[in-house]
């Protein structure tokens, strides 16, 4: 499934980039962009890449940082190191461990699918696997009580005060 376009506009990793980027072709980011990124085409945010912004495109890959929405038309790639902070749409989401999402996550009918470190045979067979139906409690089984709340993140240190001790200045003399 390549369709990307013969020609590409690469942002070099040393550019800083202000405004929205439009086109047809693909996009490859190495720098930082700070506005909004769309093409007909596809948008790879390297490694050394920062996107602030939205990126809208037939297909989206991310192997650095993005701040923003991401609609990926067809799909959207998450590898290895991707950091998203913002919302993704797309038919189909494919997600490699170490990629890390802030955000909310639609599909619209594609799968969602984590297959890192899967050879590629057992990768093709969990791909055509039916979903295995999850049972539903009965109203019975479910409690009415909310649920207890689980601190999350490291445990907080004591305040320390500290307490400091002003010595009057002697003046001085002529």
Same mark, same amino acid.
């Given at each position: 499934?390549?369709?990307?376009? /013969?020609?590409?506009?690469?942002?070099?990793?040393?550019?800083?980039?202000?405004?929205?980027?439009?086109?047809? @072709?693909?996009?490859?980011?190495?720098?930082?962009?700070?506005?909004?990124? /769309?093409? @007909?085409?596809?948008?790879?945010?390297?490694?050394?890449?920062?996107?602030?912004?939205?990126?809208?495109?037939?297909?989206?890959?991310?192997? $650095?940082?993005?701040?923003?929405?991401?609609? $990926?038309?067809?799909?959207?790639?998450?590898?290895?190191?991707?950091?998203?902070?913002?919302?993704?749409?797309?038919?189909?989401?494919?997600?490699?461990?170490?990629?890390?999402?802030?955000?909310?996550?639609?599909?619209?009918?594609?799968?969602?699918?984590?297959?890192?470190?899967?050879?590629?045979?057992?990768?093709?067979?969990?791909?055509?696997?039916?979903?295995?139906?999850?049972?539903?409690? /009965?109203?019975?089984?479910?409690?009415?009580?909310?649920?207890?709340?689980?601190?999350?993140?490291?445990?907080?240190?004591?305040?320390?005060?500290?307490?400091?001790?002003?010595?009057?200045?002697?003046? /001085?003399?002529?």
């Amino acid at each position: 499934m390549n369709h990307s376009s /013969e020609r590409e506009t690469v942002i070099e990793s040393d550019a800083v980039l202000r405004g929205r980027v439009l086109g047809h @072709d693909d996009v490859r980011v190495l720098g930082t962009v700070i506005g909004e990124v /769309e093409t @007909d085409a596809r948008v790879t945010v390297g490694t050394s890449g920062v996107v602030e912004g939205d990126i809208k495109a037939r297909e989206i890959v991310v192997f $650095g940082v993005v701040r923003g929405a991401l609609s $990926g038309l067809e799909r959207i790639v998450l590898e290895e190191g991707a950091r998203i902070l913002g919302d993704l749409s797309t038919e189909q989401l494919i997600l490699r461990e170490g990629a890390a999402i802030r955000g909310r996550v639609r599909t619209d009918g594609g799968p969602v699918r984590h297959l890192a470190g899967v050879d590629e045979e057992s990768r093709t067979e969990l791909e055509e696997r039916p979903p295995v139906p999850i049972p539903r409690p /009965e109203l019975s089984e479910v409690s009415s009580a909310p649920p207890a709340r689980e601190k999350v993140g490291r445990p907080r240190r004591p305040r320390m005060r500290v307490k400091v001790k002003r010595r009057p200045v002697a003046p /001085e003399v002529s």
